[in-house]
C-alpha cells in the first residue's frame, strides 16, 4: 500500500447533518387557535364599527341602523373580553403555560375599543337627552337660511318628573338644559358687531364648518358642522347685537343636533369652544 497515497474522509463514521428546525416560535403561533380567536374578534369588534359607522355615513344604510349595530357589538367586545379572562384562567388551573402573543394583543385591542366608549356610557348617565343648545334659554337665536328641525321639541325627557308636572316641552327643556350646563351664557366683546361676526366667520371657516349665510352688519351667521364617522350634521346659528353705542357687542350661540334625541354633550362642548376661542380672538386684537 503506498503510504503516500491521500486517504480519502470515512463517510460511515459522520453522522449526515441535521435539517435546519423551524422556528418554535412561529410554530407556537401556528398551534394557538385560542389566540387567534381571542385576536380576531379583538380587531372585529373596531372593524365592525367602522363599517357600520361609515356606511351610515355614505348612505348604504340609514344612521339609525348603524346606532343600532353599536350595542351589539360593544356586547362582542366584553365576551371577548370574557372569554380571554376564561382561557387564562383554564390554562392556569390546568397546569399550563399561556400564550401570550396572540392573547395579548387581542385582549389589548378589545380593552382599547371598550375604553373608547367610556366617555359616551358617561355622557348617556350623567347629561339630559337634548340636542338644541343655546346661550340664551328665553330668546334664543333663530335660524333664517336654516330649517330648525321639525321634531325639536319632541321627546324632551322630563314627562313623568314629578317636578315638571305641568311644563311643556320648551319649558322642560330649558329646565333640563339651565341644570346641566349652567356655563353656558351670552358672551359680551368689546368689538363691534360687524368685526366680531367676520372674526366668528374665520374661526367657523378654519373649523371646517360650511358657512350658509353670514350678514356682518346685521350681526347673522349660520353653519353646518358635519361630525364623526356617521357623518352627523349640527346647525348653527350666532347673533351678535350692539351694546353700549355700538362699541361692544352681545353675542348668542345656538347649537342644534338635525337627527337623534341624546346629543352626547356635543352640541355643548362646541358651544363653549368657539365662544371662547371668539371671545380670546377678540379680546388680544383689541389690545
Do not use: C
Amino acid at each position: 500500500m503506498d503510504q503516500n497515497k491521500p486517504t480519502e474522509p470515512s463517510t460511515g463514521d459522520t453522522p449526515p447533518a441535521a435539517a435546519p428546525a423551524k422556528p418554535a416560535r412561529r410554530g407556537s403561533l401556528r398551534r394557538d387557535p385560542k389566540g387567534w380567536l381571542i385576536l380576531l374578534l379583538g380587531l372585529g369588534a373596531p372593524l365592525a364599527f367602522v363599517i357600520a359607522a361609515v356606511g351610515g355615513g355614505i348612505g348604504l344604510w340609514g344612521w339609525q341602523a348603524g346606532l343600532a349595530a353599536i350595542p351589539w357589538i360593544i356586547l362582542v367586545a366584553l365576551l371577548t373580553l370574557l372569554l380571554a379572562i376564561v382561557f387564562i384562567v383554564l390554562n392556569r388551573r390546568k397546569g399550563r403555560k399561556t400564550r401570550w402573543p396572540l392573547l395579548g394583543l387581542g385582549m389589548v385591542a378589545t380593552l382599547a375599543f371598550l375604553g373608547f366608549w367610556i366617555p359616551y356610557v358617561v355622557a348617556i348617565l350623567t347629561l339630559p337627552a337634548i340636542h338644541d343648545i343655546t346661550t340664551d334659554l328665553a330668546d334664543p337665536p333663530e335660524f333664517t337660511a336654516l330649517t330648525l328641525r321639525a321634531d325639536n321639541w319632541d321627546n324632551i325627557p322630563g314627562a313623568d318628573d314629578g317636578d315638571m308636572r305641568g311644563m311643556n316641552p320648551r319649558q322642560r327643556w330649558a329646565t333640563a338644559h339651565q341644570d346641566a350646563y349652567p356655563d353656558i351664557r351670552s358672551v359680551r366683546i368689546d368689538q363691534p358687531v360687524a368685526e366680531v361676526i367676520e372674526k366668528a366667520k374665520r374661526l367657523a371657516e378654519d373649523r371646517g364648518w360650511k358657512i350658509v349665510s353670514v350678514d356682518p352688519a346685521s350681526g347673522n351667521l349660520e353653519a353646518t358642522d358635519t361630525i364623526s364617522l356617521f357623518r352627523f350634521k349640527d346647525d348653527i346659528v350666532i347673533r351678535a347685537r350692539s351694546a353700549e353705542n355700538g362699541a361692544a357687542s352681545i353675542i348668542d350661540m345656538r347649537s342644534v343636533s338635525r337627527v337623534g334625541v341624546h346629543d352626547l354633550g356635543a352640541n355643548a362642548k362646541r358651544v363653549r369652544r368657539f365662544l371662547s376661542d371668539l371671545s380670546g380672538t377678540t379680546t388680544a386684537a383689541s389690545q
